[in-house]
């Protein structure tokens, strides 16, 4: 049987070997940490004579934990929004958009920190109370589209 002594490792390579794996840590990290969300555009495709502005919330999470209690039907999202944007300032972030019938479209304002969200959904306020909220989490390029019977998303 054939014994081989194990030399420490010099400080410069243990040095070297941290710092490569912190480093690989964080590239994993970030990785996860982002999404491709680039634009969100927003298309009324109601008539010009109907009279109805819809609302429509794009939802950002920051925090996995807050994304896992976040209601799951529109009826939910509106009952619960202000208690939840309350609570939790800094893990739930909501651009409301007013949209006029029949508008062309509208760019939503990402926010500053859009990129790290976990989760990213939609929910239009004229929509059935038990829709489930629309989930833009895997989109880099979100179409909202509002019709008659709520909205529609899709990536462009």
């Known amino acids: 049987m054939i014994t ?5 490792m010099e400080p410069l390579s243990r040095i070297a070997t941290a710092l490569l794996s912190f480093a690989l840590f964080c590239a ?6 982002e999404n491709s969300l680039d634009a ?4 009324s495709l109601l008539e010009f ?4 502005i819809t609302e429509v919330d794009v939802v950002f999470v920051y925090d996995q934990g807050i994304a896992e ?4 039907t529109k009826g939910e999202w ?5 208690d939840l944007l309350q609570n939790d300032v800094a893990g739930l972030e909501v651009v409301t958009t007013s949209i006029p019938q029949g508008f062309d479209s509208a760019f939503v304002i990402l926010p500053e920190r859009s990129r790290d969200a976990v ?24 179409l909202i589209q509002i019709d008659q019977f709520g909205i529609r998303v ?3």
């Open 78 to 82: 509106y009952a619960r929004k202000y």
């Open 119 to 142: 989760n990213i959904f939609a929910v239009g306020y004229h929509e059935g109370q038990d829709i489930p909220i629309h989930d833009l989490t895997g989109l880099e390029n979100a």
């Open 154 to 156: 899709s990536g462009q």
């Open 40 to 43: 969100v555009r927003i298309q």
């Open 69 to 72: 209690q976040l209601p799951a």
């Open 4 to 8: 081989r002594e194990l030399k420490p």
């Open 49 to 52: 004579n109907a009279i109805l």
């Open 28 to 33: 994993a990290a970030t990785a996860q940490a």
